[in-house]
């Protein structure tokens, strides 16, 4: 009984935001992206939030709050007040990877309102210069002459690019040491740099276009626009079901769905933008949009997936 109270209290104050703002929203809203500026998290935030703040007529404040792998910026979101004024540009590893290796400060099912995908990542398999070799069947048999002597970098343990050089290790049956950065933004100076060998990612396209870097393939079901003539993974040769990068939006939990409506709405509006696309396209990213609904059903997709691959590769956050 006394739960039930508590939840009808709660659906009360909800109910009582949304009346005391009926032209939602008449005051800045804080997008929370759980990354370092710099990386593509944080640069398709200020695509996003350049884009809302013409949708919404509002000052659209981008807040980075990185820590634990992007869960303490979404600790941050669940625990603000649910009035729209505090949005999250989620990461998949944030709802689908995390809760299946660590006790988390937050339920990624029912701490938040997921509000609509926003797009889908075109990782890269880059390499540097100088390493002899020239596609990814090269890299592989590089790899077996040499078992663990290679390392790929990531922006973290447990995100997209530590799970893509687990499944490639998984599926060729090689070894390759994971050095793990505080952010994407790192990789491009550590591969340059010649702190690793490779990375899984996006960030590398321009070193690759001004032929600094090597890519060798698109970790994804499609090539990348700006990299035409570079195949994807599966036509370099590895079959395997990809682990898939994806961000969506969320508002914290008990948000009045007439404020999800809206902004799942402009989501819509905005992810058909012709300048939109051609903008996402330059950072590795493309519109990915599913609403409400779909989206709830598609991160429970994705979450069985990973789960499964965490298992195979034994990963672990020590």
Partial sequence: MKRFLIALASLALAGAAWAQSPTYPDKPVHLISPYPPGGTSDNLAR???EKLRTALGQPVVIENKPGGTSSLGTAYVAQQA?????LLLGPMTAFTVLPHLRKLPYDPVTSFEPIATVATYLAVVTVRNDMPVRSFG???ALARKQPGKLSYGSSGVASFGNMAGE???LRESIDMLHVPFKGSNDLVPGL???HIDLFIDGVGLGAVKSGKARALAVFADQRHPELPDVPTIAEAGL???LPSVWWGLYAPKGTPQPIVKRLETEMARILADAD???RMARISVLPFYRDQGAMRAFMKQDSELNAELIRSTKMTLE
């Fill in 239 to 241: 079959k395997a079901a």
């Fill in 138 to 140: 090269d890299l592989v």
């Fill in 82 to 86: 649910a009035d729209g004024y505090t």
């Fill in 167 to 169: 499944t490639i290790k």
């Fill in 276 to 278: 939109m696309k051609e």
């Fill in 192 to 194: 340059l740099g010649g």
């Fill in 47 to 49: 695509l996003l939030a």
